[in-house]
């Protein structure tokens, strides 16, 4: 009866889900009785038909598709939840490592000045030492100094295993001269694995030193035998655990900066040795230096002569006592431990910080001798100089991301220039720039009008160059004579933006009013840089001066092969506009030309007493004389004026030659109308337009309108002299 309810309820619901009757069957189903096959069995008995089952089917189908939905929303939106909480996780992970790492130093150290202190108290007390001995009487006491016949022994059979094993290793003996204070410490077979896909690499073998590591690798032809592969110093090591995750287990990683290798011990115990003897051999050799430096900034007291019976011995003395050399204390704490602080701040990229400890020794350093130990520490600070000069070239070079602007390169920049390297980074940081540039011009999309591609080449480019300089300015304001390295970069900068400029521009034939659009953004866009004081017009005009020549000469010859063809057919027969709209427009047209008198050569009924092709002729010259006023400057003077003056003489040569070969009254009147419009208001007006645009009269055009200077030629020819 139940089952029979819920069946009405589901059919009430019309086939939905979100019914009473829907609700009743999601909880039927989730009960953990549930059988499929009684429920099926139990659905059929009580179904009329066919189509009873096909709509139940229905609703469970829509029921387990609204389920997959909500649960793949769930999922989706914990999905972000997920992703940091891994990564959280991961952090977390890494920092107990290092803390693990850490307290496992210290605790290291402290038992190595524990050992310091108990045998510095043994020699300054003999009487502590008997009395500790006494107390340990099991002879179980580690602090027991060995006699100096064992210590001998022990020393002398250390060096003789080290030469032994060494002797194995092929290319290696001119890189460990052998010296009395040199030894081995432990020594054993690894398998290295690759840092970042964990694929194994090589077997080799290491040597364990008191001051350095040693790897070398397997000989596959000769057993026992090796060759060498690196040689690592124990104060530029870290040593850092792998966790296990099998397959990959029983692994330590070590940090040699900017390298480092992953290696595999055979088993855990291995390992586990490995990591200690390490940890104990580094903290022994930094307690070893520590005391050696402390003991080399003490004043040394002289050795007592013995007594002689030299009476003047003494007297020598004192007369010429040793000169004493002011002693450099490098005892200090953050001294002993600046090239460790100096790796912490080159591996957490505290560059600041890194130039701020340089800063600190050389002026605690200036003015003092140079000491052997000085010495020795410059050495090794000079090694994390040049690592840190390898980390910020880097961070300047074009591979790494070019966003965020001129701006993301000043805190590289400014480290290099504190460090001295001013030249290097200004050299980076034009590179970068340069790099920047190039790839926001290549990211532009051609599309639609060449004029509009246009306005985003000039702002992209320009603004880029003015950020630039301005960031220039700012990091190098100090250093003067890097400005002439920038006036350089701006001059090859431009003349990339001038390569994308002219393919689009001239390359693609398009028309002189277009090139002239173009070329003017182009000036008005570099007027810009006038704010800083940087002036670059006479680059872009020294790189554009080849194709706007050849714009203007190609459209020099396309106006005088169009008013050749229209002086083939000259009928020399008056217009006829056909309308006063037509008419209108004309006027307007003549007088945007600069023709205030065409309402002269008006006639009565929409006629115009002058030839289409004079008309014609003047309507095409002024445009183009207006078009390549545009792109004038100084170096194109010479070629806008000859081109103007082989279109002109085009149309009056043609003029000239009909007026002499025309016999007709009437139409020798006419082509003296024609004539006389040329000469006295086209030419006028020409050369009227052209003193504007240049600045100076042209005495060329002043000679076209002397008609008594033109030669009698064939108006075929554009080669006529005047």
């Known amino acids: 009866m139940a089952l029979a309810l819920g069946e009405s309820g589901l059919a009430a619901g019309g086939g939905g889900t979100s019914g009473p009757g829907a609700s009743r069957l999601r909880r039927q189903l989730e009960l953990g009785s549930f059988a499929a096959g009684e429920y099926v069995k139990q659905l059929s008995q009580q179904s009329d038909g066919d189509r009873d089952l096909q709509e139940h089917r229905q609703r469970i189908q829509a029921l387990s598709e609204e389920t997959a939905q909500s649960l793949k929303r769930n999922v989706y939106q914990n999905y972000r939840q997920f992703i940091e909480t891994a990564r959280e996780i991961s952090y977390l992970e ?14 290291g150290i402290m038992e190595a000045v524990t050992q310091a202190l108990l045998l510095q108290a043994d020699r300054d007390d003999p009487a502590l030492g008997v009395r500790r001995a006494a107390t340990d009487s099991h002879g179980n006491n580690p602090f027991l100094p060995l006699s100096a016949k064992e210590v001998a022994a022990s020393e002398e059979g250390r060096q003789r295993t080290l030469t032994t094993l060494l002797e194995k290793v092929e290319g290696c003996r001119d890189l460990l001269p052998e010296s009395p204070g040199k030894y081995l410490v432990y020594n054993g077979d690894l398998v290295e694995y690759d840092a970042d896909h964990m694929a194994q690499v090589q077997r080799v073998h290491a040597f364990l030193m008191n001051d350095c590591l040693l790897v070398a690798t397997w000989l596959p032809n000769r057993r026992g035998a090796y ?36 290696f595999q011990a055979e088993n855990a115990k291995i390992k586990k040795e490995w990591l200690e003897v390490l940890e104990e051999t580094k903290r022994s050799r930094a307690l070893s230096e520590k005391l050696r430096l402390e003991q080399e900034a003490l004043p040394r007291a002289a050795p007592p002569s013995p007594e002689s019976s030299n009476p003047f011995e003494k007297d020598e003395d004192e007369v010429e006592p040793p000169p004493e050399q002011e002693k450099v204390d490098l005892s200090l704490e953050w001294i002993q431990e600046l090239p460790e602080d100096l790796d912490v701040c080159i591996a957490q990229r505290d560059f600041e910080g890194a130039v701020d400890l340089l800063d600190k020794l050389n002026e605690y350093l200036a003015g003092k001798p140079v000491s052997q130990p000085v010495r020795e520490l410059r050495t090794k600070v000079d090694e994390r100089v040049r690592q840190l000069t390898d980390v910020l070239v880097f961070e300047l070079s074009p591979d790494r991301s070019l966003r965020g602007g001129p701006r993301a390169t000043r805190r590289a920049v400014s480290q290099l220039i504190r460090l001295g390297q001013s030249t290097k980074a200004c ?3 034009l590179k970068n ?12 999309r051609i599309e639609g009008a060449t004029l509009l591609y246009i306005h985003k080449l000039c702002h992209v480019f320009f603004t880029s ?10 990091d190098f304001a100090g250093n ?48 810009q840089l006038s704010e800083i004081g ?55 047209e003549m007088r945007s ?9 008006t006639g009565d009924d929409c006629w115009v007493n002058l030839s289409y092709t004079v008309v014609a002729f003047t309507k095409q010259t002024m445009a183009f004389l207006e078009e390549a006023l545009k792109l004038y400057f100084p170096e194109l003077h010479m070629v806008l004026l000859e081109s103007l003056v082989e279109i002109i003489l085009v149309a009056v040569q043609h003029v000239d030659y009909s007026l002499r070969c025309e016999q007709g009254p009437e139409k020798k009147a006419f082509i003296r109308q024609n004539a006389s419009f040329l000469y006295e208001t086209v030419l006028p007006v020409i050369e009227k337009r052209f003193e504007e645009g240049v600045g100076k009269p042209a005495k060329q055009l002043q000679d076209l309108r002397n008609p008594s200077r033109l030669m009698r030629v064939n108006p075929e020819s554009t080669t006529s002299v005047v």
Not at 240 to 259: A, T, Y
Not at 465 to 474: G, K, N, Q, V, W
């Open 227 to 262: 060759r060498y592969d690196a040689l690592y110093p124990l104060d530029g090591l870290a040593v850092v655990n792998v966790k296990d995750n099998p397959p990959m287990k029983d692994m330590f990683k070590l940090l040699m900066f900017p390298e480092s290798r992953i």
């Open 427 to 429: 050299e980076l940081f």
């Open 593 to 601: 030309c600069g023709v205030c008198s065409f309402d002269q050569y």
């Open 534 to 588: 940087l002036d670059l017009t006479f680059i872009i005009h020294t790189l554009l001066v080849k194709d706007i020549k050849g714009a203007l000469q190609s459209y020099k010859d396309i106006i005088i092969e169009a008013t050749k063809h229209r002086n083939s057919e000259e009928m020399w027969r008056k217009m006829n506009l056909m309308t006063p709209e037509a008419l209108g427009k004309l006027r307007e």
């Open 480 to 527: 003067s004579g890097c400005y002439s390295a920038f006036v350089v970069w701006a001059r090859s900068a431009m003349k990339m933006f001038v390569d994308a400029f002219s393919k689009q521009v001239f390359d693609s034939k398009e028309s002189l009013s277009t090139a002239a659009e173009c070329v003017k953004v182009a000036k008005e866009h570099c007027k």
């Open 94 to 107: 890494s920092e107990m490592y290092q803390l693990s790492h850490i307290l496992t130093e210290q605790k």
């Open 465 to 474: 160059l003015l950020e630039t300089a301005r960031e220039f300015e700012t």
């Open 433 to 444: 720039r340069a790099a920047a540039v190039h790839t926001a011009i290549r990211q532009l």
